[in-house]
């Protein structure tokens, strides 16, 4: 199958935000006294903020809480979340992610991001690939997050292509959801490598190169 343009999740396939994630929500939610793990922490993989927020609440059993006051709780957690990205430098990229993404570019592939967080281009830019990609699909043009395909169809959009056209990779089960459901093909890695819905399944980010 040969491909006009790859679209990428960014935290846990560019790069990895996975700690930073759950230090703050951990922050979040021992302050409001509510039950928080890395199981539970699993599952927001590939879920926006605030439905990530939405599932953390289904271990909260006092007061109901507002819309206001779950959006001021999401805020804070990205405020913590946003000090922390201060952090990231180009450290950050791994040499086979900025490897593989020359050799992609070199063999004329359209990239783009397609991602919930509405932190994408800050973390872009920490790591060194501000201006990089082609396109960014991310938490700030979107109204639905994955398992909903809206993030990868802009990004197509975006890319002037085709989903059928584009190869999406993922490391969330609801980001290969999410491109099934949009008509792309798909490769998951990490947690999503043997997802059965995925098209591809990668032991490593160079092996994207296998099938472009």
Not at 154 to 175: H, N, R, T
Request: charged share 35%; aromatic share 10%; net charge negative.
């Amino acid at each position: 199958m040969k491909y006009k343009a790859i679209i990428f999740d960014l935290d846990g396939v560019i790069c990895f935000t996975d700690e930073y994630h759950y230090l703050a929500w951990k922050e979040l939610t021992d302050e409001l006294n509510i039950p928080f793990d890395r199981t539970i922490n699993e599952r927001l993989r590939g879920v926006s903020r605030m439905d990530s927020l939405e599932i953390i609440l289904e271990k909260y059993s006092g007061p109901e809480f507002s819309k206001d006051e779950k959006e001021k709780f999401a805020g804070k957690k990205n405020d913590i979340y946003r000090k922390s990205l201060e952090n990231m430098s180009e450290k950050d990229l791994s040499e086979e992610v900025r490897e593989t993404l020359k050799e992609l570019r070199n063999r004329g592939l359209k990239l783009a991001i397609g991602s919930s967080s509405k932190n994408t281009k800050f973390i872009l830019k920490q790591i060194g690939l501000e201006g990089f990609f082609d396109a960014i699909s991310d938490g700030t043009n979107i109204t639905r997050s994955k398992p909903n395909p809206e993030v990868f169809l802009k990004a197509a959009q975006f890319l002037a292509e085709e989903p059928k056209d584009c190869l999406v990779i993922e490391d969330a089960e609801a980001g290969i959801d999410a491109a099934v459901s949009g008509g792309f093909y798909s490769a998951g890695i990490g947690s999503a490598e043997s997802y059965g819905k995925a098209t591809y399944h990668l032991e490593s980010f160079k092996d994207i190169l296998k099938y472009v």
